[in-house]
Nanobody, 121 residues
């Protein structure tokens, strides 16, 4: 059974750094776009960053220059390095990926369980 398992959330001070990781578990045949989204109580879920299978990243304007998305296809993993964190970065972060499970005929979008990141001053 395919799952996206996240790790790395927690409490961090303003200006600090945090690294989120997400691993695809289970048997798969293909992995396309991987991404990170975030959602806070007062906002809709928003795309933070995405990365293509060949490693081309795309970052939202609000995090460009502070966050870096990366992926390791061999380990089926995507990471989000968050630097110079601000209070408005506080949110639940979700890993997202288009996955072709070994026993499936089509790619399906999967979501991680969510990781709370709280930035305090």
């Amino acid at each position: 059974q395919v799952q996206l398992v996240e790790s790395g959330g927690g409490l961090v001070q303003t200006g600090g750094s945090r690294r989120l990781s997400c691993e695809v578990t289970g048997s798969i045949s293909g992995l396309r776009i991987m991404a990170w989204y975030r959602q806070s109580p007062e906002k809709q879920r928003e795309l933070v960053a995405s990365i293509t299978p060949d490693g081309r990243p795309n970052h939202a304007a609000s995090v460009k220059g502070r966050f870096i998305i990366s992926r390791d296809n061999a380990w089926k993993r995507v990471s989000l390095q968050m630097n110079n964190l601000e209070a408005q970065d506080s949110a639940t972060y979700y890993c997202n990926a288009d996955v072709l499970a070994s026993d499936a005929a089509n790619y399906i979008e999967y979501w991680g369980q969510g990781s709370q990141v709280t930035v305090s001053s």
